[in-house]
């Protein structure tokens, strides 16, 4: 079975919206996009490079449109993005001419993809798409990305409300300028018990 990954750039309110330019995603009149231009160094750049391994991707459709607009004509900064498989969940697209891209429309043909062999599943963005993978358990990790800013509106990681779950930090990185990268597994169910006992 492979895992889902979910990778999320975060403020510290637990806004994902936009994060990496002002034009990216406006709905809901958002102004601050390109909220983490500010915050890059060669620490987070490190590590960022790691989490862009080669390794298929879930997207959500909006965040796919982000993409193929931009990422093919960018391979100097992610080499591998042309060439790994893009799943994207949609119930509007059945197409693209980015190479390598397949589109899902079911919660179900997550869990057939998840179910089959290859290498483990990043979700980048797509914040609509992580909602429903957080609510039916579907998320074995989270990387987060936390900025030291709070935004006070857009759209956010834990949105819906995920099911109640435990997580175990297995790595972490503090940047020079603040930023917070995370990686959590998951640990089974919550525990509960009292303090100082």
């Known amino acids: 079975m492979r895992k ?7 403020s510290l309110d637990g806004v994902m919206q936009a994060p990496g330019a002002p034009e990216e995603d406006t709905s ?3 102004k601050f996009g390109g909220w983490t231009a500010h915050y890059g160094d060669e620490v987070s750049g490190k590590t960022m490079q790691r989490l862009m391994k080669p390794s298929d991707l879930l997207l959500g459709r909006k965040t796919f449109e982000i993409w193929e607009n931009y990422w093919p004509q960018h391979t100097e900064y992610w080499p591998s993005i042309n060439d790994v498989t893009k799943n994207v969940m949609s119930t509007t697209r059945k197409n693209s001419d980015w190479k390598n891209s397949v589109f899902l429309n079911s919660l179900e043909d997550i869990q057939k993809l998840k179910n ?3 290498s483990d599943i990043q979700v980048w963005g797509s914040s609509k798409l992580i909602q429903p993978l957080l ?4 998320v074995d990790e989270l990387w987060l990305i936390i900025y030291p800013v709070t935004l006070g509106e857009g759209k956010k990681l834990f949105q ?12 972490n990185v503090v940047t020079p300028s603040g930023i917070i990268m995370a990686n959590y597994k998951r640990a089974g ?9």
């Open 116 to 118: 089959g062999s290859g």
């Open 160 to 171: 819906d409300g995920p099911v109640p779950a435990a997580f175990t930090l297995v790595e």
């Open 4 to 10: 889902i990954i979910v990778i999320s750039m975060i």
């Open 135 to 138: 609510k039916n358990n579907l």
């Open 189 to 197: 169910e919550v525990k509960t018990g009292r303090v100082g006992e």
């Open 28 to 30: 809901g009149g958002f």
